[in-house]
């Protein structure tokens, strides 16, 4: 049984439920983070010196840095392709993990925390403009590379997905322009198919700790 601490509404906490999902391995989440606390305890911290989610235990097992994670699990327990077997394959999944969190998370990051996270008052609507247009331009970029491929290393969802699955549903539900990318667009459709990414990836974003804490009790019980 493998042992998940972090909320649900957070990205990277989502990007370990997605890939436990689509793996079908048993797990329980404890919540942590946000309105629910815990991750600045010195219990915590034992684990996760960071005090940031997720944290995943596994046996002996403890790992933080949720692309680690997505790495650990697919790696471990993967079975048809999420971790590819041909080295080739492996490394078109790092780099788009990687491009996920280093190139297009920053920018992107600024829309989401400015326009969802923050109250209005403190939102800066500079912040939002320059990182909507480099969010479209740098899915302008993946939309060429999802040409004539289902997912982003060829006909079957892998890790390289997972953490930019995970931003996507983020990016089309704002309420932002957004210029067509219809690969990107078909790629996205494929996902929201999946029950796994229905059940981690699509829930509401929780504008604050208030409201989520109050989604969360609604839905007592959720793993
Ligand atoms: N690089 C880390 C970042 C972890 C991170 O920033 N987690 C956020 C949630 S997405 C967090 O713990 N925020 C504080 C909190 O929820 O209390 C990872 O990918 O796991």
């Given at each position: 049984m493998?042992?998940?601490?972090?909320?649900?509404?957070?990205?990277?906490v989502?990007?370990?439920?997605?890939?436990?999902?689509e793996?079908?391995?048993?797990?329980?989440r404890?919540?942590?983070?946000?309105?629910?606390?815990?991750?600045d305890?010195?219990?915590?911290?034992?684990?996760?010196?960071?005090?940031?989610?997720?944290?995943?235990e596994?046996?002996e097992?403890?790992?933080?840095?949720?692309n680690?994670?997505?790495?650990?699990?697919?790696?471990?327990?993967?079975?048809?392709g999420?971790?590819p077997?041909?080295?080739?394959?492996?490394?078109?999944?790092d780099?788009?993990?990687?491009w996920?969190?280093?190139?297009?998370?920053?920018?992107f990051?600024?829309?989401f925390?400015?326009?969802?996270?923050l109250?209005?008052?403190?939102?800066?609507?500079d912040?939002?403009?320059?990182?909507?247009?480099?969010?479209?331009?740098?899915l302008g970029?993946?939309?060429?590379?999802?040409?004539?491929?289902?997912?982003?290393?060829g006909d079957?969802l892998?890790?390289?997905?997972?953490?930019?699955?995970?931003?996507a549903y983020r990016?089309?539900?704002?309420?932002?322009?957004?210029?067509a990318?219809?690969?990107v667009e078909?790629w996205f459709e494929?996902?929201?198919?999946?029950?796994?990414?229905q059940?981690?990836?699509?829930?509401?974003?929780?504008?604050?700790?208030?409201?989520?804490?109050?989604?969360?009790?609604?839905?007592?019980g959720?793993?």
């Amino acid at each position: 049984m493998i042992i998940v601490w972090g909320r649900r509404n957070s990205m990277n906490v989502q990007k370990a439920m997605w890939t436990l999902g689509e793996l079908d391995l048993a797990y329980q989440r404890h919540d942590v983070g946000g309105s629910f606390g815990a991750a600045d305890s010195d219990a915590y911290r034992a684990m996760n010196p960071n005090g940031l989610v997720p944290t995943i235990e596994d046996g002996e097992l403890v790992l933080w840095e949720s692309n680690a994670i997505v790495r650990y699990l697919a790696r471990t327990y993967g079975r048809d392709g999420l971790w590819p077997k041909p080295a080739q394959d492996q490394a078109q999944a790092d780099q788009w993990m990687d491009w996920a969190i280093s190139t297009f998370g920053p920018p992107f990051f600024n829309v989401f925390f400015h326009l969802i996270r923050l109250p209005p008052e403190k939102s800066d609507a500079d912040l939002v403009s320059a990182g909507i247009r480099a969010s479209a331009r740098l899915l302008g970029l993946l939309d060429r590379h999802l040409q004539g491929r289902a997912f982003v290393c060829g006909d079957v969802l892998s890790a390289g997905d997972i953490p930019l699955g995970v931003m996507a549903y983020r990016y089309f539900n704002l309420d932002i322009d957004r210029p067509a990318a219809p690969n990107v667009e078909a790629w996205f459709e494929r996902l929201q198919a999946r029950p796994a990414y229905q059940k981690h990836v699509m829930i509401p974003f929780g504008r604050d700790h208030r409201e989520w804490h109050e989604l969360e009790q609604a839905s007592a019980g959720v793993q």
